[in-house]
């Protein structure tokens, strides 16, 4: 099946590579003098709260950003079954990194307590233990894979009532309010590191990545087409290339999450699950 690599997303994530490459260059002071594992400073760019210190993880962030995202497809088969059909690059980079300070987070429910977790996780990781280059992955699929749509796909998909209620919208990728906080004062219990700022943005900008399943897509394109809810009368093939064009903004097509997960365990990631 022909692929072809979507320029726009591409150079989208060389600007934000660019940022974090920029964020490298602000000198590393921290909040308290000595500590690792400090945030980013006010002023330093909006793009990353990646924490001084952070070499590794920075590399990784700006190479995962400039890595393409394949969202051009037209139809896609059940298996993917050649690396031009996911994040190969991105992915790739991700399971090589280096530091064994990493977690692989196994997220199911877009209702669940994941997001909160994660950010937990990242918080104890930085400020407690001191691992600036603690890297948080989660494989997302079930209805939490739901998440990772843009609005779009949404509206035209009836979205919501995949996401088994208590969503309307997809709010979850929407940066909260509290992200725009003074980053240097990260024991803010309404500030960026806090609960106020679970959403995927907010994560994101802490170096959290996030994977999307190929698997997922292509199930909940089935359903979609089983329901009705298939405006254009698209084949499952074609539905589930349409979902995949539309990832939100820095995810990670995989060919699928729990066969990623054993990938990642293999290069020392840390399971867990999270519900």
Not at 116 to 135: T, Y
């Amino acid at each position: 099946m022909p692929v072809v690599s979507d320029r726009r997303a591409a150079l989208k994530g060389l600007g934000i590579a660019a940022g974090v490459a920029a964020l490298r260059r602000q000198p590393a002071k921290a909040a308290e003098s000595g500590k690792a594992g400090e945030p980013a400073k006010a002023g330093e760019p909006a793009a990353s709260l990646v924490p001084h210190g952070s070499t590794a993880l920075t590399e990784l962030i700006h190479k995962v950003a400039a890595a393409p995202r394949r969202r051009d497809f037209k139809t896609v088969p059940m298996i993917l079954n050649a690396p031009d059909q996911w994040d190969h690059e991105a992915l790739s980079e991700i399971i090589a990194y280096q530091p064994k300070t990493k977690q692989a987070w196994d997220c199911t429910d877009i209702k669940g307590p994941w997001l909160n977790l994660i950010r937990n996780a990242v918080n104890a990781q930085v400020w407690s233990f001191r691992h600036p280059d603690f890297l948080a992955v989660t494989t997302v699929h079930g209805t939490a894979q739901v998440a990772l749509y843009d609005q779009p796909m949404w509206d035209k998909y009836q979205l919501a009532k995949l996401a088994g209620g208590g969503f309307k919208t997809n709010t979850l990728m929407l940066p909260e309010a509290a992200g725009s906080a003074d980053s240097s004062a990260y024991e803010n219990a309404a500030g960026a590191f806090s609960a106020e700022d679970n959403d995927i943005p907010a994560l994101q900008r802490r170096g959290v990545m996030f994977l999307s399943c190929h698997n997922a897509i292509w199930e909940q394109a089935g359903r979609l087409i089983a329901t009705g809810v298939n405006p254009d009368k698209l084949s499952q093939e074609a539905l589930a290339a349409e979902l995949t064009n539309h990832l939100i903004q820095g995810v990670v097509l995989t060919p699928g999450a729990v066969g990623t997960l054993p990938e990642l365990q293999q290069a020392g990631f840390h399971y867990v699950y999270a519900a």
